[in-house]
């Protein structure tokens, strides 16, 4: 299993980024995807889910009307659309898979 996330980066408040996590080594299609994130000193957190099954998503309540979690199937790749980004979004985001994470991709919201 191998998760590679991209599209992080530094974003001004109020900005929006789109985070790409590009799977392999499984069936991307039968799998729950989800996206987690970590801030500086704190516990990683659950963003968003995605279900294998009808595309179904699930969000926190502290991030919903914020984020967007797709997917392409085709493509073996989960997508997070972030905006209206402050700075408390500040973390790495990571994705998931079956218990496994890929590297991350760091988010920074600043002016």
């Known amino acids: 299993v191998q998760l590679v996330e991209s599209g992080g980066g530094l974003v001004q408040p109020g900005g929006s980024l789109r985070l790409s996590c590009a799977a392999s080594?499984?069936?991307?299609?039968?799998?729950?995807m989800r996206w987690y994130r970590q801030a500086p000193g704190k516990e990683r957190e659950l963003v968003a889910l995605?279900?294998?099954?009808?595309?179904?998503?699930h969000y926190p309540d502290s991030m919903k009307g914020r984020v967007t979690i797709s997917r392409d199937n085709a493509k073996n790749t989960v997508y997070l659309q972030m905006n209206n980004l402050n700075p408390e979004d500040t973390a790495v985001y990571y994705c998931?898979?079956?218990?496994?994470w890929g590297q991350g991709t760091p988010v920074t919201v600043s002016s």
């Open positions: 998931n898979a079956m218990g496994h």
């Open positions: 080594g499984f069936t991307f299609s039968n799998y729950d």
């Open positions: 995605i279900a294998s099954i009808g595309g179904i998503t």
